[in-house]
């Protein structure tokens, strides 16, 4: 399995654009993550999904975020308008039960908003 | 609120020595603890899984050590490598949480650097 796939690995926008990141988790994987990393914050989630349905999205900052799982094999998150605080490495992970003891992460996505 | 706290956030060791990561965290009502390592530019991979029952787990040079009631847990590298340098995360699972036990709350990280 090439495990969790996310794209692209590097995004540079200016404010105001609108900003999808993509990300294909591991074939078989119920649970769905999506994080930000930043250096003041740390890692933090913002949404997940159980079997493409959102679970708890009470990490999302704001209305600008959405995330959507339209089937097993793909979710997007999408920041509209994007603002230079928005500015982190979004990660995906899945994994095949809610319990982190088998979380696979994707490499990121570095998204710089000018 | 849970906080996971790492401290030194940076740590620099010559290659060959044994080293001791930190982890803190404030509500002691956890699931599980998980150690993660994150290489530049990659995602984390994990590394170690303690349960609340339990007070160590070992993978090879590495062993994490649980202190619930402190609410501490420590990393231990033997025999340090170039190839260890990367960040490590600590991530606490609570017991109790809105929507079911899935949320981690991870700390900021310790970037480990080992001097050849």
């Known amino acids: 399995d090439a495990g969790v796939i996310q794209s692209p690995r590097h995004e540079v926008t200016e404010m105001g654009q609108e900003v999808t990141l993509r990300c294909k988790p591991i074939?078989?994987?119920?649970?769905l993550f999506w994080y930000r990393q930043t250096m003041m914050r740390g890692l933090e989630l913002l949404i997940y999904?159980?079997?493409?349905?959102?679970?708890?999205d009470s990490g999302m900052p704001e209305d600008r975020f959405s995330a959507k799982m339209p089937n097993a094999s793909f979710s997007t998150l999408k920041i509209q308008p994007s603002e230079p605080r928005d500015s982190a490495v979004y990660f995906c992970?899945?994994?095949?039960?809610?319990?982190?003891?088998?979380?696979?992460f994707g490499s990121g996505t570095q998204l710089s908003v000018l | 609120k849970q906080e996971v706290t790492q401290i030194p956030a940076a740590l620099s060791v010559p290659e060959g020595e044994n080293l001791v990561l930190n982890c803190s965290f404030t509500?002691?009502?956890?699931?599980?603890l998980q150690w993660f390592r994150q290489d530049p530019g990659k995602g984390l991979t994990s590394l170690l899984l303690?349960?609340?029952?339990?007070r160590e787990q070992t993978s090879g040079r590495l062993n994490a050590s649980l202190d619930k009631s402190s609410g501490r847990s420590t990393l231990y590298i033997a025999a340090s490598q170039p190839g260890d340098s990367a960040t490590y995360l600590c991530a606490v699972r609570l017991i109790f949480s809105n929507f079911g036990n899935e949320k981690l709350t991870f700390g900021t990280g310790t970037r480990l650097t080992i001097i050849p």
């Open positions: 992970a899945s994994s095949p039960t809610g319990n982190n003891e088998k979380l696979f």
């Open positions: 303690i349960q609340s029952s339990q």
């Open positions: 999904f159980n079997n493409n349905v959102p679970i708890d």
């Open positions: 509500d002691s009502a956890i699931y599980n």
């Open positions: 074939s078989g994987h119920d649970y």
